[in-house]
């Protein structure tokens, strides 16, 4: 199984040791192996697009890619089939680059079986594409929406901070991993303490024993997402060499 760290963007902070030649996507590419693609949530992109950004990357990278607000958001994952199919077509564009797809709720969408029973079928009438869902209200922690999630192949993010305790952990589906790291104490600014990224390694290399495992940092605001990345990286790479003498 594969460990996959990135940042949400490829953004990062000018002051990093980073190539200074190319474009900012192939230039975060030598550093990590995958991305996370927030910018389709707010618009859609060309198929061309995608195809740009993959043949600027090594083989071996990988693009996880935010389902568009228009399904998650405004349409509330209700008569989703249009949006859905031209998202897929789009993203069709990144070939076998293309990772995890990403739906994230609003935090007011409470989780209703039958609307939900609906949602699933459809998506998955679409295609097989690995999926993991970040629900952030309450009522999607129970018993019934995580098996509704497995049954329909779909990993539960575990997101830090956690709007439950559940939240914390992954859910659903157990064939793939994905957490999502916004920030704390203040989300989406604040740096993780050199303790909680060495938890976040010991983790990693027990999860990745059984699934695919992704780690994304969302704390994007003043570059600590990059930071943060970077500093998981190295301890992982610390642990292997340790594991190898």
Not at 65 to 90: G, N, S, W
Not at 120 to 127: D, F, N, P, S
Not at 218 to 226: E, P, R, S
Request: with cysteine; glycine share 6%; proline share 8%.
């Amino acid at each position: 199984m594969t460990i996959y760290i990135g940042t949400a963007g490829w953004s990062f902070p000018r002051d990093l040791d980073f190539p200074v030649e190319g474009s900012g996507l192939a230039r975060y590419a030598t550093r990590f192996d995958a991305v996370e693609i927030n910018s389709s949530f707010y618009r859609p992109h060309q198929r061309k697009t995608y195809q740009r950004w993959a043949a600027s990357t090594p083989p071996g990278f990988r693009f996880a890619v935010k389902v568009p607000r228009a399904i998650t958001h405004e349409r509330r994952l209700i008569a989703v089939d249009e949006p859905l199919a031209r998202f897929l077509d789009e993203t069709e564009g990144l070939g076998d680059k293309r990772g995890p797809l990403l739906i994230q709720l609003p935090p007011s969408l409470r989780f209703e079986a039958e609307p939900v029973k609906a949602f699933l079928k459809t998506w998955r009438a679409h295609g097989d594409a690995p999926t993991v869902l970040e629900p952030r209200h309450p009522s999607w922690f129970a018993p019934e929406a995580e098996r509704l999630l497995a049954r329909a192949r779909i990993a539960r993010v575990a997101a830090d901070p956690a709007v439950v305790p559940a939240a914390a952990e992954p859910g659903g589906w157990s064939g793939l991993i994905y957490r999502r790291w916004h920030g704390a104490p203040t989300i989406y600014e604040s740096a993780y303490t050199p303790a909680a990224l060495e938890d976040a390694a010991a983790r990693l290399r027990h999860e990745m024993t059984t699934a695919d495992t992704w780690c994304i940092f969302d704390n994007t605001k003043f570059g600590a997402a990059t930071r943060d990345g970077l500093a998981l990286i190295e301890r992982l790479r610390a642990s292997a060499s340790d594991a190898a003498i």
